[in-house]
């Protein structure tokens, strides 16, 4: 370990030749390109080409840390993920938070490079400074609970914690996502099925070394400077009570929750998963990732009479979103049912949830019929249905394996492309962008395709009052993106801006590396990743024509609540957008921007 955050190594493991070898990892490249999804993006740039499958052998995971990773510095528990994605065909990446990341950093590493493809199922045992690919013969097939129990086992550690895929990734679904300790997930974009492309099940990791930071009592002191902060700041208490589900009374009062496949924007049943309820009827106790003051997480249970006893963490809001009200779903004993049916077979629960309403909404026009859904009512709200629906998807069956290659794919074979609420082939989260105009953009210029995370600018929105103008949003989406952009390669988790300030961010910086970051470098450093994003879609024939949305958005008005009447002018929002990027107007960065960016 260097004395400056960095581990100062990176992990590469060849799953073909079976070949481990380690890396120097400068700090310069954490000075350039921050850390995390920064470093994500520059080596899924240099060694992985645009223009291959998704699930070619010539893809990889690449998984990065932030500097602050396995610091005392709030909420640096996020570690990303990078690769070409088998659903989108773009460039994607994924966040997870929890334990796994600050874990790899503690055995010596701040990125593991996955590359090539076993013969036969595998999973990698990193201890420290020894490394082995292990057998998975008798993993494979296993959900996610029983594969990290099983691990835990046969490693007799009950401490080391796995990220690994379900029965969805072994079966190469374009929506499977990666699950680390059983409940994080790196959640969008198929990540799940890349890594079950590789035949390799799981990464488990168990480290014990020392991060040592350039000022480890200047840290200390800013840091009991930052938690009081977090206790007097309105946001992060009430996400300590209620969870990300305190956003549901909100969104959904202000009409722009997804209900019914997108063809509503509130309900009065919503209600009944309003925050302070979801803590009343399910949460148990509280959880909390590696060094957050707010414990966001909710374990969560409830005894019915349809499925017997569910426990599980969460759901969260986006997961409650998209398979709950996005399904017509009224009741928490159906979300809590199919959020750990996702959570078991290791599907991205957005996605998938965005899946089942496409299929609801096929099955009530007439679109599918009982012979195409094997006798399943996929009738809004009917949960057992849906329940059945995922175990299709995860295992591909029936036009469960329409659904698997993803919601753009299946709406084209059944005839109803209109109907597939999605961006570059990736679902929405919950925000119908007629009710926030901001977030069409958000949407529609996601690197990754229709992904909240990129720009979530929502919030500023409804507190300026100004959600439904079209005007002045390119400048907020442009500068959220590149706070987002700066925020995932350092490593910590959104929620705890709610505390942890830009200008402290960057005194952290300096005390964890030595190196005085300023906010100019910080922000030139976060437009130069969202641009090499960019161009890595461009180099695979992405341009403005990609950028969209679907038509229920920009032709169909809202049809009731506060948001009636809303509909989205994309082309106006689109051209101002790219001239605030310094884009050209079909969308592609030019070249006066790129050599500023040196890139």
Known sequence: MTKNGIAGQLLRVNL???????????????????????????????????KIHGLSPENKLIFFNGPFSGTMVPGNNKINVAFKSPLTNTYSYSLCGGHFGP????????????????EEPVYLWIDNDKVEIKSADKLWGQKIADTDHLIK???????????????????????????SDVFREFGRGGGGAVMGSKNLKAIAVRGSKDVEVADPEGLMELVAGLYPN????????????????????????????????????TSEANKEFEGSLFREKVVYNDVSCYACPIACGKNSAIVSTKYGAVKLEGPEFETLGLL???????????????????????????????????????????????????????????????????????????????????????AEKWGAPELAMHSKGMTFAVYDPRGAKGMALTYATSPKGAHHMVAPVFGGEMAAGNRFEEKGKETLVRNTQLNFAAVDSLGFCATCQNGFLRADQLKAFKLVTGYELTEEK????????????????????????????????????????????????????LDNYYAAMGWNNDGVPTEEKLQALGL
Not at 16 to 45: H, S
Not at 348 to 361: K, P, R, Y
Request: glycine share 12%.
């Open 16 to 50: 073909t030749t079976k070949k481990i070898t380690n890396e120097q990892l400068p700090l310069e490249m954490f000075i350039d390109y921050l850390g995390g999804r920064g470093l994500g993006a520059f080596y899924l740039d240099k060694e992985v080409d645009p």
């Open 103 to 118: 874990e790899l950093k503690f055995a010596g590493y701040d990125g593991l490079i996955i590359e090539g493809k076993s």
């Open 153 to 179: 086992e046969e490693l007799n550690d009950q401490k080391i914690h796995v990220a690994c895929i379900g029965p969805a990734g072994e079966n190469q679904v374009n929506i499977a996502c990666v699950t």
């Open 230 to 265: 977090f206790k007097k700041n309105p946001k992060a208490q009430i996400r300590r009570v209620e969870g990300t589900n305190e956003l549901v009374r909100g969104i959904n009062n202000a009409g722009f929750m997804c209900t019914k496949n997108f063809s509503e924007g």
């Open 324 to 410: 709950g009200t996005n399904c017509g779903l009224t009741n928490w004993e159906d979300v809590l049912h199919v959020s750990a049916i996702c959570d078991a077979l290791g599907l991205d629960s957005i996605t998938a949830g965005g899946c089942v309403s496409l299929a609801m909404e096929c099955f009530e026009k007439g679109i599918l019929t009982l012979k195409d859904t094997n006798g399943l009512e996929l009738s809004f709200g009917n949960g057992k249905a849906e329940a059945e629906l995922l175990e299709m998807i995860a295992y591909k069956k029936g036009i469960g394996a329409d659904l698997a290659e993803g919601p753009a794919y299946a």
């Open 522 to 573: 910080m922000l030139f450093n976060a437009e130069r990743i969202f641009n090499m994003e960019r161009m890595y879609n461009v180099k695979n024939g992405f341009a403005r024509k990609d950028d969209t949305l679907p038509k229920r958005f920009t032709e169909e008005p809202m049809a009731f609540g506060e948001s009636k009447g809303q509909v989205v002018d994309l082309e106006t929002l």
